[in-house]
């Protein structure tokens, strides 16, 4: 069975600082591969994905993330952080359309 | 807004009653899945439909019991409630292997 871990639970970052989430996942297969920002009190928003080919994926809101099978990670980065970026993230590995989340990074930004 | 719907927003009730929430999925979209958002398990995947018939099962306790309807929208029934099944239960809707989620329904059991 797939799992996902995020080692960071909690993560403070200054606002115009760069900002990297950790992802690594355990799958048999060459993965689906999400990351979904989630803000207080809202749901599920897809900030981007990875099926197949280039190994950098661009998404909303100026995110990117890298997949990496030598690693099994797909980490995600902004390189200058917004206030609105106060949220939680969520990696996320897709199976047969089935999401397996990680427990997810609480992202605080300090101004 | 993602175009998924769900209904109710909010809802309280008490330990040993039963409740049901409504899942509009997108317009066209087949697919409607079932997520269980807690404090203590985090977000974990409850259970599939497609098309009206039960796809995929995950970590769905017997209590709970879902069905989609020819209209596809979709019902999760929460029976013999316990305190621990206060939760954010998410619907998503998919296509092209991406999930859109709605905004949920917070269930609060006292």
């Known amino acids: 069975a797939q799992s996902v871990t995020q080692p960071d639970i909690h993560i403070t970052v200054s606002e115009g600082a760069s900002l990297e989430l950790r992802c690594n996942y355990s799958?048999?297969?060459?993965?689906?591969l999400f990351w979904y920002v989630q803000s207080p009190g809202q749901g599920l928003q897809l900030l981007l994905k990875?099926?197949?080919?280039?190994?950098l994926v661009q998404g909303i809101k100026g995110f990117e993330a890298e997949f990496k099978r030598s690693q099994s990670s797909f980490n995600l980065r902004k390189p200058s952080v917004h206030w609105s970026d106060a949220a939680e993230y969520f990696c996320a590995v897709g199976e047969n359309y089935k999401l397996s989340f990680g427990a997810g990074t609480t992202v605080t930004v300090r101004a | 807004d993602s175009g998924v719907t769900q209904t109710p927003k909010h809802l309280i009730t008490a330990t040993g009653q039963r409740v049901t929430l409504r899942c509009s999925p997108r317009s066209g979209d087949l697919s409607v899945y079932w997520y269980q958002q807690s404090l203590d398990q985090g977000l974990q995947f409850l259970i599939q439909y497609y098309n009206g018939e039960e796809r995929a099962k995950g970590n769905i306790l017997e209590r709970f019991s879902a069905q989609q309807f020819p209209d596809l929208h979709s019902e999760l029934n929460l029976s013999s409630l316990e305190l621990g099944d206060s939760a954010l239960y998410f619907c998503a809707s998919s296509s092209n292997n991406e999930q859109f989620f709605g905004p949920g329904t917070r269930l609060t059991v006292l």
């Open positions: 990875y099926f197949s080919g280039d190994t």
């Open positions: 799958y048999g297969a060459t993965p689906y």
